[in-house]
């Protein structure tokens, strides 16, 4: 049982909650471990169709690294953490399902960095998302300088990651670094009613589009069209696209299975 993660399942979705609250979820390097592992052990299961990605607490998603593990850190051990947090953020962004992340609070540094590789984000009216390393004399080290800027524009990222001011979720929402803004007590609720949603979809298909869309995103477009062309043509002659297109024709409801 991991010792800083919750975990819950409901049929096809799962819920990891970052649970260190009195630390405000601080990602230290157990808790990341722990991250990275239950994402890979998740990706082993077809039946997971939905992931949320959510902080222990009335407070925070989570308030960035752990600053108290960081402090006598030499370069080495820097860079070691640093390819912890990468690999912890490339693991959620290539899992077959999708992953939301649920804002319920701040979303600082590390927190903001691990909210950038969820494929997209609700907030709480509470949130405050930033990338503070700045004050800190650091700089974003699980990928905000990279995702911060493909999700919002390379100018926002750039005044955000130089003055290290947080946005509220409003703001955060106005750029398109959440995709829509919830009353705090409806965070979980609405996460998982869209969770729901794409967990009742031809999973195969939803997992062929994330694939597309992240391989897309850093090659030219040319080859992203020719990535999205292999990927249509491979969900043909699967049970689910023969169900699914059935079932339009037969005017009911699909009920597709993963193959
Ligand atoms: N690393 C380690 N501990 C952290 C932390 C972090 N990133 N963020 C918060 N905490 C701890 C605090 O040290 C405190 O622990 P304590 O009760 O043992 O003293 C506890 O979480 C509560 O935080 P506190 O600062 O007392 O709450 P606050 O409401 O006054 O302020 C924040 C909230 C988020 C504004 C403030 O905690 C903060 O600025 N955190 C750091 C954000 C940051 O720089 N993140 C980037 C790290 S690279």
Redesign the pocket.
Known sequence: MPAHLLLDRDGPIATITLNRP???N?LNEALLVELRDAVLSLDHEPSVRAVILTGAGDRAFA??????AMLEMSPVQARLFSELGHVVCARLEQAHFPVIGAING?A???GCELALACDFLYASDKAKLGQ??V??G?MPGFGGTQRLARRIGIARARELCFTGDAVGAEEAMRIGLVNAVVRHEELGHHARQVARKIASKGPLAVAQCKRAMLRGEDVPLAVACEVERQAFASLFGSADQREGMKAFLEKRAASFEGR
């Open positions: 009195d630390k405000l601080a308030a960035g690294a752990d600053i108290a701040f600082l540094g590390g503070p390393e004050n800190l650091v």
